[in-house]
């Protein structure tokens, strides 16, 4: 978000998230209203929600909820003029642009617009006993106004919202991906339960952050258990009973003895027990002491830490995903 500077003149511009998410025929009933409902949810931001039916090709009807959310963002008037010049001749937006920071600023702002609206989504999902799962979100919509009336898409950033994974792009011949998934496949592998784990709460981190948040930490205690399980098969049994394990303190003292290359380093731990002490204060107070970007950016990292783990467990190629 900019940060207003003495002498310069300020406008307002609009982002706007529209979700639709999955609910029933009797959640009709539940909201029966007979159009759009629109409320404030703070001064710069509003919120409406009404009902969707939609007639599928084979007959059937598939119902929804659509919550569209409007958040009001201040910009400098140089940077706008700037922003819309370039819009205007059809060039690239690029978010890192010192003329045009109001894409950067729109995609720094729209978070917190999604946020805002499966907020209210959970609400009227927990107030009206609505059906409805955050993880069936039936279309996504993201767009921009700088008059609150006509709406333009945000496709045209060059890159998506939040934090990005730069991934390395490992090009195998068709005899190396069939070598690599036949050992896979006579050694008995699946895929981990807490790459799973980890995955699902990419999915979620923009439509559910905090329990998408409070998963990705769940994973890596899971990937830390099965990564002394494997180094030290006679602690199965203590692994698999004991409670949920101080990981920081398990990477920082126990791990190195197992492997003594495996060594985070002390800004890496740091990070480690500032997660873990934020995901405690989440779980036991329903609170989280930071804000959505951090949040987006913790799963990355611990993303990492278990990619990290795979690899001194034998797995060589998950450093290319680290």
Request: aromatic share 10%.
């Amino acid at each position: 978000m900019e940060t207003k500077q003495p002498g310069q003149k300020q406008e307002r511009i609009w982002v706007r998230t529209k979700y639709v998410y999955r609910t029933s025929g009797n959640d009709l009933k539940a909201l029966n209203t007979e159009g759009p409902v629109t409320f404030p949810v703070s001064e710069i931001a509003s919120c409406t929600i009404s009902n969707i039916v939609e007639t599928l090709p084979d007959g059937w009807e598939r119902y929804g909820l659509l919550v569209d959310g409007i958040l009001e963002v201040l910009v400098t008037k140089k940077r706008m003029d700037a922003f819309m010049a370039k819009l205007a001749k059809g060039e690239v937006v690029r978010m890192a642009d010192p003329d045009t920071l109001i894409a950067a600023t729109l995609s720094e702002s729209l978070p917190n617009c999604i946020a805002m609206v499966d907020r209210v989504f959970g609400l009227a999902r927990w107030r009206f006993n609505l059906s409805g799962d955050e993880n069936k979100i039936l279309s996504k919509k993201y767009e921009w106004s700088e008059d609150g009336n006509t709406w333009h898409s945000l496709n045209f950033l060059d890159a998506p919202v939040g934090t990005v994974r730069m991934m390395i792009a490992v090009e195998l011949t068709a005899d190396q991906i069939r070598e690599e998934m036949v050992k896979l496949l006579q050694e008995g592998a699946s895929e981990p339960i807490y790459h799973a784990m980890i995955r699902e709460a990419e999915g979620q981190q923009f439509s559910s952050p905090k329990s998408a948040f409070i998963t990705a930490v769940s994973a890596v205690e899971v990937a830390v258990k099965h990564y002394i399980s494997r180094k030290v098969p006679d602690a199965d049994w203590l692994i698999e009973t004991m409670p949920s394990p101080d990981i920081h303190k398990i990477l920082k003292e126990y791990v190195p003895r197992l492997d003594n290359r495996f060594l985070l380093t002390a800004m890496q731990l740091e990070e480690i027990r500032k997660i873990i002490g934020n995901r405690n204060t989440l779980v036991h107070t329903g609170k989280i002491s930071f804000d959505f970007q951090r949040t987006v950016n913790s799963i990355v990292f611990l993303s990492d830490v278990i990619h990290l783990i795979d690899f001194y467990s034998g797995r060589n190629w998950t450093n290319y995903y680290s």
